[in-house]
C-alpha cells in the first residue's frame, strides 16, 4: 500500500521522485486515490499529512540525474502499474 507523504528536504525523504509526461519515460505509472482504504501497491498513491501514517517520504526532484524514481501520474486506476522491473518494486 503507497501512503505517501510529500517533504521538502533531501535529508526527510525515502526516495527522489521526478514526474514526467510520457509513459516511455516512466518507471511507474501512478493513480492517486481518495482513500486511505483505496491505497494498494506501489502504482495507487494516497497522500498523508502526517509522517507515522506515511509507508514512503518522497521528495521533488527536477533532474533526471539524482531522481530515484520516474513518475508519470495517469487519471484511471486501470491504468496504473509498473512500466518495467525496477529496484524500488514492493517498497513504496
Do not use: N
Amino acid at each position: 500500500m503507497a501512503k505517501v507523504l510529500m517533504v521538502d528536504y533531501e535529508s526527510q525523504a525515502d526516495h527522489r521522485i521526478l514526474e514526467v509526461k510520457f509513459e516511455s519515460q516512466a518507471d511507474i505509472m501512478v493513480y492517486i486515490c481518495d482513500s486511505e482504504d483505496a491505497a494498494e501497491d506501489d502504482f495507487i498513491w494516497y497522500y498523508v499529512d502526517h509522517e507515522e501514517k506515511a509507508t514512503s517520504k518522497m521528495m521533488w526532484t527536477d533532474s533526471e540525474d539524482v531522481a530515484d524514481l520516474k513518475v508519470m501520474f495517469v487519471p484511471y486506476e486501470s491504468q496504473a502499474g509498473w512500466v518495467a522491473d525496477h529496484p524500488l518494486k514492493g517498497k513504496i
